[in-house]
């Protein structure tokens, strides 16, 4: 007797566990199911019915995930239905999220809402899993990911397997930035590689940054270094800004180091200004130093305006000091119409 009161004791735990796990689910005809057998092969089974399907589980994120803004204490996965919105501040980050797939002959949607979240399934079944692996979840997210079907499903899956904290995402993010995929696909894994902020995703930006031979691709890779805050990550702009072989790339790389070094980058922008060997990316420059904040801005154009040799530049020099509210740019321009 003793034996079955703690095995029923036990099983009434693990169901309060299990509950404990599970967000309010509503309006669906709700299932429990394990994925013990793997992720995919319980998906493929749900598919095998034919009935459309929500399936659901939870994902453990780093603790900054949060949901937005949004007031909705419901997230109606079918039909539309309006979302209040609120001016404050987001909604407190979350150490875990919940996937959902909506499984009909396929995965046809895929969304990750907040476990705090009452989930409206519409009327349509709802199988949650308690019990899946986080590296089966990335696994099986990367099949839909290098699916050539449907380009917002694909997002949505790169941007999940962001969000796990686990140690297979940043390697399989990695792995998504190969040349020998879609340039889609890896231009969705820099930019969440970066946003993760870890030093192996930076250091996988970063030899893009420096071998990878797509042009437009490490043009994309100059506004990803703003995102993480590796330290090194301005250097790299600083570098690309000089030394990359396409003037398109130097150009933003000018753009989005003064966005984010101000005065620590003024140095290398006059040098740009001067002695880049494209006119395009020389004026560049000086429209970079027009965003520098504060009287900086001011200070830098005079003395880009006054000690240029390139006519060009001197002129976009006075241009953008015309654009300026700053009283020393108002007072040089005074200076050189009395000339």
């Known amino acids: 007797m003793r034996a079955l009161l703690l095995l029923l004791a ?12 599970q967000p309010e689910i509503v309006h669906a005809r709700l299932t429990t199911e394990t994925a013990a057998h793997g992720l995919q092969a319980e998906l493929a089974a749900i598919e095998r019915s034919g009935a459309p399907t929500w399936v659901g ?3 453990p994120t780093d603790g900054h995930f949060s949901s937005g803004g949004s007031d909705a204490r419901v997230a109606y996965l079918e039909g539309d239905h309006p979302t209040a919105y609120r001016n404050s501040e987001p909604n407190a980050p979350q150490d875990h999220a919940i996937l959902l797939l909506r499984l009909d002959r396929e995965v046809g949607k895929l969304r990750v809402e907040s476990p705090d979240r009452t989930l409206d399934a519409g009327g349509l ?6 019990d899946v692996d986080p590296a089966d979840s990335i696994a099986t997210l990367q099949t839909i990911v290098l699916s050539p079907d449907n380009n917002s499903l694909r997002d949505a899956a790169v941007f999940a397997i962001a969000l796990h904290q686990a140690p297979t995402a940043i390697p399989t993010l990695v ?11 890896r231009e969705k894994a820099a930019f969440w590689l970066s946003s993760r902020n870890s030093p192996e995703g930076f250091a996988a930006i970063q030899r893009l940054a420096r071998e990878d031979p797509d042009a437009r691709f490490r043009e994309k890779l100059t506004f990803d270094l703003t995102l993480t805050k ?5 250097e790299e702009l600083i570098r690309m800004a000089h ?9 933003q790389a000018q ?8 005065a620590r980058v003024t140095a290398d922008l006059r040098t740009l200004a001067t002695t880049d060997g494209n006119s395009d990316v020389r004026k560049s420059a ?3 130093l027009s965003r520098l904040p504060g009287d900086q801005a001011a200070t830098q154009l005079i003395e880009v305006a006054q000690t240029s040799n390139d006519p060009e530049v001197r002129k976009q020099a006075v241009f953008w000091l015309g654009q300026s509210d700053d009283p020393k740019a108002l007072a040089y321009l005074s200076r050189l119409l009395r000339q």
């Open 10 to 21: 036990t099983a009434f735990a693990t169901s309060l566990t299990l509950r404990a796990q």
């Open 57 to 59: 589980y939870r994902i």
């Open 125 to 130: 079944r709802f199988v949650w899993l308690p």
């Open 175 to 185: 792995r998504f930035t190969d040349a020998g995929n879609a340039p889609e696909i």
């Open 230 to 234: 590796q330290p090194a990550a301005l």
């Open 243 to 251: 030394t990359d072989p396409s003037p398109q790339v130097r150009k």
């Open 255 to 262: 753009f989005w180091m003064a966005t984010v070094g101000g």
């Open 286 to 288: 000086v429209f970079a």
